[in-house]
C-alpha cells in the first residue's frame, strides 16, 4: 500500500519523475503558457501541433494543480446541456 501523506493517489502510484530545475536562461517563443495543467498541457500540444513555438511554465510540478488530483480522465462538453 503506497503512503499518500499530502500527495494525490496518482503521484504516490507513479513511477518516480525528473526534478526540473528552475529555468536559468532566457528563452524565445511565440506564445509562453503559463501553467501545466490539462488547460495548458493541451493548449501547448494544439499550438505545438500547428507549428508554433511553445514554452510552458509551470511554477511547481506539472500536474500539481486539480490535473493532478481528479479522477483522471477529461469529459469535453462538460458545461453543455444534456439534452438540447
Ligand atoms: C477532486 C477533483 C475531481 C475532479 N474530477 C473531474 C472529472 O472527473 N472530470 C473532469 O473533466 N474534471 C474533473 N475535475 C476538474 C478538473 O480536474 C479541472 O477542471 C482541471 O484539471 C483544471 O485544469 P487547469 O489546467 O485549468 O488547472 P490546474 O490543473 O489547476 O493547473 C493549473 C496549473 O497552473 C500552475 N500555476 C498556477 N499559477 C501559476 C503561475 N503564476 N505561474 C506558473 N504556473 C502556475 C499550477 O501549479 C498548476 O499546475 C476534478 C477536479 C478535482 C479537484
Known sequence: ???????????????????????????????????????????????ARRGRNVAVFEAARVGDGASGRNAGFVAPGFSLPVVR
Open 1 to 47: 500500500m503506497p503512503e499518500f501523506g499530502t500527495r494525490s493517489f496518482f503521484e504516490a502510484t507513479a513511477a518516480p519523475r525528473p526534478e526540473r530545475r528552475p529555468l536559468g536562461v532566457d528563452i524565445d517563443c511565440e506564445v509562453a503558457v503559463i501553467g501545466g495543467g490539462v488547460a495548458g498541457l493541451s493548449t501547448a500540444l494544439a499550438l
